[in-house]
């Protein structure tokens, strides 16, 4: 079954149809809303009300992109929307040579998975919004640029310049808040 | 030194997979289905509102249009020009049917879309 079944099944008047989606693309888009917002209520309030937005406009929706990409452009722009400032993470340059990014990926890997993974979340959770945010959609959702492009409305240059720097910043961060802790346990 | 290819970073990719979020609410889910429940049901009323105020409305422009003619049977004091009452009456009137029409295509075509 596709998205396509289900939102024929929605517009046919079936509401039930949509849990589906829900299930689907809940934990993309509170990630997604994380990246921007870096609160769980907040980021939680904002998913609800981007499925509820997706709901809505459901008979709008045209199919020219994937669902997904659709729903995800509607809860970037819900986030964006709550977000306070900016100012703070313009603030942010990292500086990191290959050489330390390296070091920081063997260590990481000698970790438990858990304990792993609260680093990396941690971590997601210094980095700059839109860094962040790319992250997420060119990783974890495999989102090819021109669809991120889509998601986010930036420039395929410009999604390619974040994308470096997230890189950057993901380590530079892992460096400088988790490093320590890291180092002390080695 | 080889140029860094953000397709082929395979540690990166496993770690932001391994780093990601769940929604960490239970209840998420029926939350969401309940406002859309609510949507549901709001919407109908909404509706059923909206076609209302379009019956009452032609209700009310048949009774407007047709009202001229019955002021004419009505006397009025010496002094008072009948013509005149009616044709104040006919500018109110066609103010107050544009200013509804304006009011109800606004709200029906906001439902709609």
Redesign the interface.
């Known amino acids: 079954m596709n998205d396509q079944h289900y939102i024929e099944q929605v517009l046919r008047g079936d ?2 149809a ?2 589906y989606f ?2 689907q693309y ?2 993309m888009a ?2 997604m809303a ?1 990246s921007v917002l870096k609160d ?1 209520y907040v980021s ?1 309030e904002v ?2 009300d981007a ?2 937005k997706a ?2 406009a459901l008979p ?1 929706f045209k199919g020219k992109s994937k669902f997904s990409t659709w729903f995800y452009r509607i809860v970037v722009n819900e986030s964006l929307k709550r977000q306070k400032s900016e100012r703070f993470w313009k603030q942010r340059v990292a500086t990191i040579d ?1 050489q330390t990014i390296g070091r920081i ?1 063997t260590d ?2 000698e970790y438990e ?1 858990e304990e ?2 609260l680093y ?2 941690k ?2 959770k210094l980095l700059p919004p839109k860094e962040s945010l790319a ?2 959609l ?3 959702s495999d989102y090819p640029i021109d669809e991120i492009t889509q998601v986010t409305g930036w420039s395929t240059s410009n999604t ?1 310049v974040i ?2 720097r997230a ?1 950057k910043s ?1 380590y530079a961060a892992m460096k400088e808040h988790v490093g320590e802790k890291i180092y002390q346990l080695l | 030194m080889t140029k ?1 290819d ?1 397709n082929n ?1 395979h ?3 496993s ?11 239970d209840d ?2 029926e ?3 309940d ?3 609510k ?2 049901v709001n919407t109908i009323r909404l509706k059923k509102l909206i076609s209302k105020s379009w019956l009452f409305y032609i209700v009310g422009l048949f009774f407007g249009l047709f009202s001229p003619t019955l002021i004419n049977y009505i006397s009025f004091p010496v002094g008072v020009n009948k013509n005149m009452v009616v044709l104040v009456f006919q500018v109110i009137f066609a103010l107050a049917a544009l200013f509804f029409l304006e009011k109800l295509i606004r709200i029906t075509f906001k439902k709609i ?1």
Do not use: C, T
Request: proline share 1%.
């Open positions: 509401n039930s949509f849990r829900i299930q809940k934990d509170y990630s994380m769980e939680e998913v609800h499925f509820l709901f809505k709008n290959e990926e990481l890997k998975l792993r993974k990396i979340q971590v997601l992250l997420q060119f990783y974890l390619k994308l470096h890189r993901f | 860094y953000i970073d540690n990166l990719r770690f932001i997979v391994e780093g990601k979020l769940e929604m960490p609410f998420f889910e939350k969401v289905m406002s859309i429940d949507e549901v879309n």
